[in-house]
């Protein structure tokens, strides 16, 4: 928590997994969310427990239109008349799902825009869905990113990932659990295709290949419950790092998202 009054930056997954995602980015009293795929309620409690109001909210970004990530979205605009902020096609698709006033909209072009006190880059994503996005925050002097729900991480991904202080980075799944467990041969292949999500081993190449900055904070989100495990996303991710140079610690502070339980990460002072 940051005294009142202060421009410390903090990000805050409210919820993280296959059943609902949402996270929260403060500068200060403003803050943002990227999705809303819990429920209002939870919301606004988490909202609340972190000394904050709804009233400062300055908007919800919705990275693509699945209801692990939309799932609140019509209960809170219920209660709360902000602005959602994300591409034309994905509107659309949340529009055939859920009852939303089309006035919420702002439609994401291409380039940044200021939001409160931070401003905000969407970068597209590969997922399949209608036009998914992660996005990058510029607080300050910190550089946050959130990016879940992607196949792949390319070259021109990684360009957004580069020199980000606080990093959201999905590790979704472990190959092996994927390949003998429960999915049908269809959901396998959709789960590690290149729109579909990635797996720790990517996560971990990710890591590796992105210009870092001396230190970074990164929550590793959007853990499947039957491909993966924390013990696994820790063993693989953490042996890649290690072979590749990284000092986990004094170089990258590693968390895990939960489902059911707020992680943060704090802006670290100099």
Not at 38 to 43: D, H, T
Request: proline share 4%; aromatic share 4%; glycine share 8%.
């Amino acid at each position: 928590m940051v005294t009142q009054n202060s421009l410390a930056t903090e990000v805050h997954v409210l919820a993280s997994g296959s059943k609902g995602n949402c996270t929260l980015i403060r500068r200060g009293e403003s803050f943002i969310l990227h999705d809303a795929g819990i429920s209002c309620r939870r919301i606004v409690n988490g909202v609340k427990e972190l000394g904050l109001e709804m009233h400062s909210l300055e908007g919800v970004f919705i990275s693509h239109e699945h209801s692990d990530h939309i799932g609140g979205l019509q209960q809170l605009l219920k209660r709360f008349d902000i602005p959602v902020y994300t591409k034309q096609d994905t509107w659309r698709q949340i529009q055939s799902r859920l009852t939303v006033p089309n006035h919420n909209l702002v439609a994401l072009t291409k380039g940044s825009l200021t939001i409160g006190n931070m401003v905000v880059e969407p970068f597209r994503v590969s997922h399949d869905a209608a036009d998914p996005i992660g996005i990058n925050v510029f607080a300050g002097d910190q550089k946050v990113t959130v990016l879940t729900d992607s196949g792949e991480v390319d070259d021109r991904m990684l360009r957004y990932l580069d020199d980000t202080t606080m990093l959201v980075l999905e590790a979704n799944y472990d190959p092996h659990m994927l390949k003998f467990g429960p999915y049908d041969r269809f959901l396998k292949e959709r789960v590690a295709g290149p729109q579909g999500h990635l797996s720790n081993d990517a996560t971990a190449q990710a890591l590796l290949m992105m210009k870092r900055p001396n230190f970074m904070q990164v929550i590793l989100a959007h853990r499947s419950e039957n491909n993966n495990n924390p013990v696994l996303v820790t063993q693989t991710i953490g042996n890649m790092l290690v072979q590749g140079g990284v000092r986990i610690g004094p170089e990258m502070k590693l968390q895990h998202g939960q489902p059911n339980e707020c992680v943060s990460m704090v802006e670290v002072t100099k």
